[in-house]
């Protein structure tokens, strides 16, 4: 699974609405997110991972996808993990698009 900084496929993003997590920490896998400046009254970032032809297979035949989140013994924020762009249709998409 490889992160992307294309996050919403065709669409470049402002410099500075893309933050890069894990930057400069070799130990980690870089995970570009978008932070839209004006739509973050909840904190909202957006990833997209690439699924490798063997993932692709993988979730195909046997269906799941596991997701392992370190806490740091802290409350877990929510995730929601999708198979679509959560921006389609969204005004927040169509404003940068447009």
């Not at 400069?24 to 995970?31: A, E, I, R």
């Not at 970032?45 to 013994?73: C, D, H, M, P, Y």
């Not at 409350?75 to 940068?96: H, K, N």
């Amino acid at each position: 699974m490889i992160f992307t900084e294309e996050i919403i496929p065709g669409f470049k993003l402002p410099e500075n609405e893309l933050i890069i997590y894990a930057k400069d920490q070799p130990q980690y896998q870089q995970l570009p997110m978008w932070k839209k400046i004006d739509y973050d009254t909840e904190g909202l970032r957006i990833a997209r991972a690439k699924l490798t032809w063997k993932e692709r297979f993988q979730v195909f035949f046997k269906g799941s996808i596991w997701i392992r989140v370190l806490t740091f013994n802290r409350p877990l924020q929510p995730l929601l993990i999708e198979t679509r762009c959560p921006l389609q249709g969204s005004a927040m998409l169509d404003e940068e698009v447009n």
